[in-house]
T-cell receptor, first 111, second 115 residues
Framework: SQQGEEDPQALSIQEGENATMNCSYK?????LQWYRQNSGRGLVHLIL?????REKHSGRLRVTLDTSKKSSSLLITASRAADTASYFC???????????FGSGTQLTVLP | DTEVTQTPKHLVMGMTNKKSLKCEQH?????MYWYKQKAKKPPELMFV???????INESVPSRFSPECPNSSLLNLHLHALQPEDSALYLC??????????????FGPGTRLTVL
């Protein structure tokens, strides 16, 4: 079953702009992960943030986690056309031991 | 080798056919997963194998039958599928089951069409 919702569902920006995607989830979690999926392909892991962390960086990616609001955001800075993909948050709910994906955000970066 | 491979890339089958999807990883991971993904939707978990034993079956119909012959291989046997089973089938692996700080490594998927 789907644990999280993401917004926006779709986002279109110009190359060089920043892109922000949000994820909300329902139950307590052990960690939250972000994945990217290019059209019709497998998913690629981007970053993992633990429930006791508030912010994490990896290259042009910045992830925040607010467990009191049960929400996370993914910021991609200085976007490139190659960043065009679907982005999914995924959580490991506290009571379960399997990854549950959010609804996803389709990001289009226009050259 | 940090790759998960899946064969075939594409599969078209009739409702009376029997076919198999294959997945392989050589990263020494002890957890392997099958997901089903419909267009514009997130992946949905079908099965989890942990140390070559089936640990999670998400109420998947019996026309899907998983098999884990060894720690590197995962199969999904298909029989008497329905057109609504058409989807992208993704295999993934991780060091241990999700719940620890483990990322999952995904294969490229098999695009299945059931006629």
């Amino acid at each position: 079953s789907q644990q999280g919702e993401e917004d926006p569902q779709a986002l279109s920006i110009q190359e060089g702009e920043n892109a922000t995607m949000n994820c909300s989830y329902k139950t307590s979690i052990n960690n939250l992960q972000w994945y990217r999926q290019n059209s019709g392909r497998g998913l690629v892991h981007l970053i993992l943030i633990r429930s006791n962390e508030r912010e994490k960086h990896s290259g042009r990616l910045r992830v925040t986690l607010d467990t009191s609001k049960k929400s996370s955001s993914l910021l991609i800075t200085a976007s490139r056309a190659a960043d065009t993909a679907s982005y999914f948050c995924a959580t490991v709910p506290g009571s379960a031991r399997q990854l549950t994906f959010g609804s996803g955000t389709q990001l289009t970066v226009l050259p | 080798d940090t790759e998960v491979t899946q064969t075939p890339k594409h599969l078209v089958m009739g409702m009376t056919n029997k076919k198999s999807l294959k997945c392989e990883q050589h990263m020494g991971h002890r957890a392997m997963y099958w997901y089903k993904q419909k267009a514009k939707k997130p992946p949905e978990l079908m099965f989890v194998y942990s140390y070559e034993k089936l640990s999670i079956n998400e109420s998947v119909p019996s026309r899907f039958s998983p098999e884990c012959p060894n720690s590197s291989l995962l199969n999904l046997h298909l029989h008497a599928l329905q057109p609504e089973d058409s989807a992208l089938y993704l295999c993934a692996s991780s060091q241990v089951r999700a719940g620890a700080d483990n990322e999952q490594f995904f294969g490229p998927g098999t695009r299945l069409t059931v006629l």
